[in-house]
């Protein structure tokens, strides 16, 4: 039994379509990869996932998670799964917490709105939280403003949040791409033991192979909203189908990464 | 924080200032003679002369500014070269009705203003909030004084539930009276100004929407609304409130309007008589007084401003 | 300003705002105009034995006030102390907010400071206290009312044109005219005064419609314009005696004073608009080439 299954989902935003017949399917605990250039559909998909698309656009096809059809479904009703059930975080750290509230409010609003959390509770829990992702500090950390966290940290605060109520899937937009090089793989490796530890399943959202590939043993390709290729990473690397997928692959190469067969 | 407000402090002591200076030149400088008009057309240059020994005006002008801030600063706001009267001694009884007024007015502003504002934002696709956003419009483009009068002409003429103009004699001796004559009043005043206000909360709100971090917070679980009165709000008000400073300066104008309009006897018509009487020292009291609000308020408003933004708050 | 004039005026007219504010203004400067050569009465001229006539009697299309003067020709003549008003208040904002703000970047940062501070103190007088100060040594006049409302939306000009002059002067190029040698006043002239001229056009329409309420507020009081000229402000003031029996003739002059003033709002979002699409013309013009 599939916990997340994509079938045949189209995104339409004023006339003109950006997902086209996209169909996914992810196991409890498992890892995808969905890659793409920008624009080619991908945040779309994983924000269709978490009905969070602007009210113009048009969705069909079917969302299911843990057998429950997603689609149809209200902002209220959307709203009890979101930070519940799923949750995610976004590429953009600088500008993805509330800029007038402190860190520990934020990160133990997931608990307080779906546990129900006490604010005393609540507050203890905003420092094992802030704690469980290694920011320095943590009893600091939680009562700053985002203003005064550097981007790394920032993000770090954006995964705490999304793991606070222990989800069972996570969606990744990009989490690294706009952090400094020097802290990317810090994140990527948090993120990773992480999700193993807690058993979250993940979808990862990069542009980025030479990422994906230590990340996620499974991949799947978009191209202009359509689904071009799908399979194992290693395979999807080694010998790619699609030429679109063969140009990620070089561009990958083309920055200095190895093959994954000497990575692994 | 301490070191910003002290800064303001300073600033707002400055300004006060040179408002005051300002407002001193231009009522001495400019080619009109208070002694002139006290002696009246036919004074001989002598009697003239007589008069302006008597009001202190042959003596040196920094001497002139001298006493008159000096009488400001202990609470003497100028008395009335005409017949006496005193800008300080008629202030408590006028200021109860225009500070009523005023305070009345922007509460009922705020209480329509920001509901509409955020209605109109939030359904900015729909017909509804397409209509609050003209009416907001029109809203600012109606003169005061005309939106009083049509007022009267409802509420006065046609149906008669409240009087047309006003205040009561023994003023807030008769709560109920008092309370009755200012409605209309506090309508007419709250009305434009609250119509600038809903522009304002309507553009803020709109983008708040756009923000990352609203996204953010029903991402963890949050609908719409809740996301926008438990995050956005707050972020919406910080905009609205640093323009609610320069609103200051037309709520006062307003005042004064509305106050003729209704003819009720506070600050404004206060000025206006003082002014129609070309009672120099007076206006030069007054105005200073209604400039002085004006900046006072701004210092506040700019507090405030400081204090929901901890960006700002953290900065020097 | 390369872009013909022509191209803005129609992206103008295409626009709906800007078409409306374009008929609504276009009708007040044309009843200014027709009120020098005709008006069906004289506006003026009290006739005791007409007054109070109803709107279409009498050969008085929107009747007459308790003199028995013509109400129509009182709204034609009231156009022109508004327009008047109006642009010689427009013109003082314009010279005053664009020396205060060039005051502002251009000299030495302390007296530049000291000219922003002085801005500021000066935004905190309403137009209604200047033109009272003036009234007080003066007494009321179309020149009081003009000066009044021309430093006061004058200052908030200067506000707007002083950060987009800021702007200007910061960027890149601008810095590399200057660099290459390029004077303070031709780098002004060449650089700055083009640049700034869309943002500054679409403020002083607003400057004119906030002038056209102000005319209507200080006539009303007694400190604008004085009789025996028309003005839309005084008849309101005129008629609010006989309120009750005469509702009627309080409506018309204001809701002459709301067509102008939404004429000019209209206007002012009109040229914002059609500034908008011109410079976005611009930008993808130049990108492919750069």
């Given at each position: 039994?599939?916990?997340?299954?994509?079938?045949?989902?189209?995104?339409?935003?004023?006339?003109?379509?950006?997902?086209?017949?996209?169909?996914?399917?992810?196991?409890?605990?498992?890892?995808?990869?969905?890659?793409?250039?920008?624009?080619?559909?991908?945040?779309?998909?994983?924000?269709?996932?978490?009905?969070?698309?602007?009210?113009?656009?048009?969705?069909?096809?079917?969302?299911?998670?843990?057998?429950?059809?997603?689609?149809?479904?209200?902002?209220?009703?959307?709203?009890?799964?979101?930070?519940?059930?799923?949750?995610?975080?976004?590429?953009?750290?600088?500008?993805?917490?509330?800029?007038?509230?402190?860190?520990?409010?934020?990160?133990?609003?997931?608990?307080?709105?779906?546990?129900?959390?006490?604010?005393?509770?609540?507050?203890?829990?905003?420092?094992?939280?802030?704690?469980?992702?290694?920011?320095?500090?943590?009893?600091?950390?939680?009562?700053?403003?985002?203003?005064?966290?550097?981007?790394?940290?920032?993000?770090?605060?954006?995964?705490?949040?999304?793991?606070?109520?222990?989800?069972?899937?996570?969606?990744?937009?990009?989490?690294?791409?706009?952090?400094?090089?020097?802290?990317?793989?810090?994140?990527?490796?948090?993120?990773?033991?992480?999700?193993?530890?807690?058993?979250?399943?993940?979808?990862?959202?990069?542009?980025?192979?030479?990422?994906?590939?230590?990340?996620?043993?499974?991949?799947?390709?978009?191209?202009?909203?359509?689904?071009?290729?799908?399979?194992?990473?290693?395979?999807?690397?080694?010998?790619?189908?699609?030429?679109?997928?063969?140009?990620?692959?070089?561009?990958?190469?083309?920055?200095?990464?190895?093959?994954?067969?000497?990575?692994? | 924080?301490?070191?910003?407000?002290?800064?303001?402090?300073?600033?707002?002591?400055?300004?006060?200032?040179?408002?005051?200076?300002?407002?001193?030149?231009?009522?001495?400088?400019?080619?009109?003679?208070?002694?002139?008009?006290?002696?009246?057309?036919?004074?001989?240059?002598?009697?003239?002369?007589?008069?302006?020994?008597?009001l202190g005006l042959d003596r040196p002008l920094t001497a002139?500014?001298?006493?008159?801030?000096?009488?400001?600063?202990?609470?003497?706001?100028?008395?009335?070269?005409?017949?006496?009267?005193s800008v300080s001694g008629q202030l408590a009884e006028k200021?109860?009705?225009?500070?009523?007024?005023?305070?009345?007015?922007?509460?009922?502003?705020?209480?329509?203003?920001?509901?509409?504002?955020?209605?109109?934002?939030?359904?900015?696709?729909?017909?509804?909030?397409?209509?609050?956003?003209?009416?907001?419009?029109?809203?600012?483009?109606?003169?005061?004084?005309?939106?009083?009068?049509?007022?009267?002409?409802?509420?006065?003429?046609?149906?008669?539930?409240?009087?047309?103009?006003?205040?009561?004699?023994?003023?807030?001796?008769?709560?109920?009276?008092?309370?009755?004559?200012?409605?209309?009043?506090?309508?007419?005043?709250?009305?434009?100004?609250?119509?600038?206000?809903?522009?304002?909360?309507?553009?803020?709100?709109?983008?708040?929407?756009?923000?990352?971090?609203?996204?953010?917070?029903?991402?963890?679980?949050?609908?719409?609304?809740?996301?926008?009165?438990?995050?956005?709000?707050?972020?919406?008000?910080?905009?609205?409130?640093?323009?609610?400073?320069?609103?200051?300066?037309?709520?006062?104008?307003?005042?004064?309007?509305?106050?003729?309009?209704?003819?009720?006897?506070?600050?404004?018509?206060?000025?206006?008589?003082?002014?129609?009487?070309?009672?120099?020292?007076?206006?030069?009291?007054?105005?200073?007084?209604?400039?002085?609000?004006?900046?006072?308020?701004?210092?506040?408003?700019?507090?405030?401003?400081?204090?929901?933004?901890?960006?700002?708050?953290?900065?020097? | 300003?390369?872009?013909?004039?022509?191209?803005?005026?129609?992206?103008?007219?295409?626009?709906?705002?800007?078409?409306?504010?374009?008929?609504?203004?276009?009708?007040?400067?044309?009843?200014?105009?027709?009120?020098?050569?005709?008006?069906?009465?004289?506006?003026?001229?009290?006739?005791?034995?007409?007054?109070?006539?109803?709107?279409?009697?009498?050969?008085?299309?929107?009747?007459?006030?308790?003199?028995?003067?013509?109400?129509?020709?009182?709204?034609?003549?009231?156009?022109?102390?508004?327009?008047?008003?109006?642009?010689?208040?427009?013109?003082?904002?314009?010279?005053?907010?664009?020396?205060?703000?060039?005051?502002?970047?251009?000299?030495?940062?302390?007296?530049?400071?000291?000219?922003?501070?002085?801005?500021?103190?000066?935004?905190?007088?309403?137009?209604?206290?200047?033109?009272?100060?003036?009234?007080?040594?003066?007494?009321?006049?179309?020149?009081?009312?003009?000066?009044?409302?021309?430093?006061?939306?004058?200052?908030?000009?200067?506000?707007?044109?002083?950060?987009?002059?800021?702007?200007?002067?910061?960027?890149?190029?601008?810095?590399?005219?200057?660099?290459?040698?390029?004077?303070?006043?031709?780098?002004?002239?060449?650089?700055?005064?083009?640049?700034?001229?869309?943002?500054?056009?679409?403020?002083?329409?607003?400057?004119?419609?906030?002038?056209?309420?102000?005319?209507?507020?200080?006539?009303?009081?007694?400190?604008?314009?004085?009789?025996?000229?028309?003005?839309?402000?005084?008849?309101?003031?005129?008629?609010?005696?006989?309120?009750?029996?005469?509702?009627?003739?309080?409506?018309?002059?204001?809701?002459?004073?709301?067509?102008?003033?939404?004429?000019?709002?209209?206007?002012?979002?009109?040229?914002?608009?059609?500034?908008?699409?011109?410079?976005?013309?611009?930008?993808?013009?130049?990108?492919?080439?750069?």
């Amino acid at each position: 039994m599939s916990l997340l299954k994509i079938t045949d989902l189209s995104v339409r935003i004023g006339g003109t379509a950006v997902v086209e017949g996209v169909s996914l399917d992810l196991a409890p605990g498992e890892r995808l990869a969905l890659i793409g250039e920008s624009g080619s559909g991908k945040s779309l998909t994983a924000l269709a996932v978490m009905g969070l698309l602007p009210d113009s656009a048009e969705v069909t096809g079917s969302i299911r998670l843990g057998g429950e059809e997603l689609l149809g479904l209200g902002d209220r009703e959307l709203s009890r799964l979101r930070g519940e059930r799923m949750a995610m975080v976004f590429q953009e750290p600088m500008s993805a917490l509330n800029p007038l509230m402190r860190i520990g409010k934020q990160l133990a609003e997931p608990l307080r709105l779906h546990r129900g959390l006490n604010r005393r509770r609540a507050a203890a829990a905003a420092v094992e939280l802030a704690a469980q992702v290694g920011l320095p500090d943590p009893e600091l950390v939680v009562r700053s403003w985002p203003h005064q966290l550097s981007g790394g940290q920032r993000q770090r605060v954006g995964l705490a949040m999304a793991l606070a109520t222990r989800p069972a899937l996570l969606i990744a937009d990009e989490p690294t791409t706009a952090l400094d090089v020097t802290v990317q793989a810090d994140m990527l490796k948090l993120l990773d033991d992480l999700v193993q530890q807690h058993g979250t399943a993940l979808l990862f959202i990069s542009h980025d192979l030479a990422v994906v590939a230590e990340l996620c043993p499974r991949a799947a390709v978009l191209k202009d909203g359509r689904l071009v290729e799908e399979g194992a990473t290693d395979t999807l690397v080694r010998s790619p189908r699609h030429s679109y997928t063969q140009r990620l692959v070089d561009a990958a190469r083309a920055t200095g990464w190895d093959t994954p067969e000497v990575a692994r | 924080m301490t070191l910003y407000v002290l800064r303001r402090a300073g600033l707002l002591v400055v300004s006060l200032f040179a408002a005051s200076v300002l407002i001193f030149l231009v009522l001495r400088l400019l080619p009109g003679d208070v002694a002139q008009t006290i002696g009246g057309i036919k004074a001989t240059p002598t009697q003239v002369a007589a008069v302006r020994h008597d009001l202190g005006l042959d003596r040196p002008l920094t001497a002139q500014y001298g006493s008159w801030i000096g009488g400001v600063v202990t609470g003497d706001f100028g008395r009335s070269v005409l017949d006496g009267t005193s800008v300080s001694g008629q202030l408590a009884e006028k200021f109860a009705v225009t500070g009523p007024l005023a305070v009345g007015a922007v509460l009922l502003a705020l209480g329509f203003a920001v509901p509409l504002g955020v209605l109109a934002a939030v359904r900015r696709d729909s017909r509804l909030g397409g209509a609050v956003n003209a009416l907001g419009q029109l809203g600012i483009a109606l003169p005061t004084l005309w939106v009083g009068l049509l007022l009267v002409v409802v509420f006065a003429v046609q149906v008669r539930w409240l009087p047309a103009q006003g205040f009561p004699v023994d003023g807030w001796d008769e709560p109920g009276r008092a309370l009755r004559s200012l409605v209309l009043p506090w309508l007419t005043l709250a009305l434009s100004e609250g119509a600038v206000l809903l522009r304002f909360v309507r553009s803020a709100v709109l983008d708040v929407l756009h923000q990352d971090w609203l996204r953010t917070a029903r991402a963890k679980g949050h609908t719409r609304t809740s996301a926008l009165l438990r995050h956005g709000l707050r972020n919406a008000a910080v905009p609205v409130v640093s323009v609610l400073g320069l609103q200051i300066a037309a709520l006062v104008a307003g005042a004064v309007v509305v106050e003729q309009v209704f003819v009720l006897p506070g600050v404004g018509q206060m000025l206006i008589t003082d002014v129609g009487n070309r009672d120099l020292d007076k206006v030069q009291g007054e105005i200073l007084l209604l400039t002085g609000a004006v900046l006072v308020i701004g210092f506040v408003v700019d507090l405030v401003h400081r204090l929901i933004d901890p960006k700002l708050r953290s900065a020097v | 300003m390369s872009v013909p004039s022509s191209r803005v005026l129609r992206a103008l007219l295409k626009s709906r705002s800007g078409f409306a504010g374009s008929v609504l203004v276009g009708v007040l400067v044309l009843s200014a105009l027709v009120s020098l050569v005709w008006t069906p009465y004289d506006p003026t001229l009290a006739r005791p034995q007409d007054s109070w006539l109803l709107p279409l009697s009498g050969g008085h299309v929107l009747g007459t006030d308790r003199l028995g003067r013509d109400e129509l020709s009182q709204l034609l003549t009231g156009a022109r102390s508004t327009l008047r008003t109006a642009l010689l208040a427009a013109a003082i904002a314009a010279v005053v907010g664009l020396a205060l703000a060039l005051a502002a970047v251009l000299v030495p940062r302390w007296i530049g400071a000291a000219v922003v501070q002085f801005t500021d103190v000066l935004i905190a007088f309403p137009v209604l206290l200047i033109a009272m100060i003036l009234t007080a040594v003066y007494g009321g006049s179309t020149w009081t009312a003009v000066t009044a409302i021309g430093v006061g939306a004058g200052v908030n000009v200067a506000r707007v044109a002083r950060a987009e002059a800021g702007r200007v002067l910061g960027t890149d190029y601008v810095l590399a005219a200057h660099a290459a040698g390029s004077g303070t006043w031709r780098t002004v002239r060449r650089h700055v005064l083009p640049n700034i001229a869309p943002t500054l056009i679409v403020q002083l329409s607003l400057v004119l419609s906030v002038a056209v309420l102000a005319e209507a507020a200080l006539s009303y009081l007694g400190f604008g314009t004085p009789p025996p000229a028309v003005s839309w402000g005084r008849m309101l003031h005129e008629q609010q005696s006989y309120i009750t029996a005469r509702p009627l003739l309080v409506i018309w002059p204001g809701l002459a004073v709301v067509c102008s003033v939404l004429g000019f709002n209209l206007l002012g979002d009109g040229l914002r608009e059609a500034a908008d699409a011109r410079l976005r013309v611009r930008e993808l013009q130049e990108v492919p080439g750069a």
